[in-house]
């Protein structure tokens, strides 16, 4: 799994400062309570002083074992009697205690296999609210497709209905996010507009970053756009390189409303570099467009063309404009 590393970083550093203050307030209570109370000071001073004592008795002696066992009962007594003084005087047992929010890693981020849990799901959380953010369709899930949008009527070209169509593409979509990770593929998502391919592509979008992956979701306008302010340096130039980055290495891929952007020796050069270098890393991406099929070369290469048609599977839209029912009905 991918984690964009300055994410991670990000969120290192956040654990870091969280500890340092929670170390800070355990201090001060610590610091508080032995004014009031003498004798926890006492039992912290002989707690320190046991340590050091069993430090040198392991470096020492040869017959390390009775003593050491001798302290530990000591060492325990001692935390028995700190506790018991707490809760005498109201106090929770662990009150001087430094807190934490993760007893796996006690908030280092790391554990002896690598990187804790609690920091991937932090960059999971962190990264499905930034992609929120860019998805235009809020909060719609799988959940909340409706089917009864599309036409039963059969289509005259195909002899199936939108309904039928509409059906086989939301399977298709739900099964691509369920499995993501553990299979490769690419979708071309074709057809006119209002047809759902937003919709279904940002339900991929949100699931996949649930289960962990880093998605990138934009429309190829703005995409072209960064490719624009990273070659020609123009604009913020070290967020279009990021943004870059972020389209070429993430773990899924969505370009929404291609071919909507200005024809052009540019942009097809863009979308062929993106296109390979996700191809060559065997990364997942998902087109959506209004173009067909047919329409790829003539509108881009015949380089693009075949790259898309032999590499991703094919989803067509078909029927009526389904914002147009959903507006019509509000009514
Ligand atoms: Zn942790």
Redesign the pocket.
């Known amino acids: 799994m991918a984690y964009d590393r300055a994410l991670i970083s990000r969120i290192l550093r956040q654990?870091e400062q969280q500890r340092q203050q929670h170390e800070a307030e355990a201090e001060e209570r610590r610091y508080r309570l032995t004014h009031t109370i003498p004798r926890l000071g006492e039992i912290d001073r002989e707690l320190r002083a046991t340590s050091a004592k069993a430090m040198r008795i392991a470096f020492e002696s040869n017959n390390t074992d009775s003593a050491i066992a001798a302290l530990r009962d000591r060492n325990l007594a001692l935390q028995d009697e700190k506790r018991h003084i707490l809760l005498e005087n109201g106090y929770p047992a662990d009150y001087l205690a430094v807190a934490c929010?993760?007893?796996?890693?006690?908030?280092?981020?790391?554990?002896e296999s690598g990187l804790?849990?609690?920091?991937r799901r932090r960059a999971a959380a962190e990264q499905k609210k930034d992609l929120s953010s860019l998805l235009p369709v809020d909060r719609e899930t799988f959940d909340t497709f409706r089917l009864d949008y599309y036409s039963t009527q059969p289509d005259s070209r195909s002899g199936i209905s939108p309904r039928e169509m509409a059906k086989f593409n939301y399977q298709k979509c739900s099964s691509f996010a369920e499995t993501f990770g553990a299979s490769y593929e690419n979708l071309l998502l074709y057809g006119a507009a209002g047809l759902g391919k937003t919709f279904l592509s940002s339900c991929i979008a949100r699931r996949v970053t649930e289960r962990g992956f880093s998605v990138t979701y934009d429309t190829a306008i703005s995409i072209f756009d960064q490719y624009n302010n990273a070659k020609f340096k123009s604009g913020d130039f070290s967020a279009a390189s990021q943004a870059l980055a972020r389209f070429r290495n993430a773990d899924l891929l969505i370009v929404d409303d291609l071919g909507t952007e200005l024809p052009g020796a540019f942009h097809t050069s863009c979308l062929y570099d993106l296109l390979s270098r996700r191809l060559m890393a065997r990364l997942p991406t998902i087109l959506s467009t209004n173009l067909l099929p047919g329409e790829l070369e003539g509108r881009y290469s015949a380089a693009i063309a075949s790259r898309i048609l032999g590499e991703f599977t094919q989803l067509r839209f078909i029927g009526d404009d389904i914002r147009k029912i959903r507006k019509k009905q509000r009514f």
Do not use: K, L, N, S
């Open positions: 654990m929010d993760c007893p796996a890693c006690r908030d280092t981020g790391y554990v804790c849990d609690c920091v």
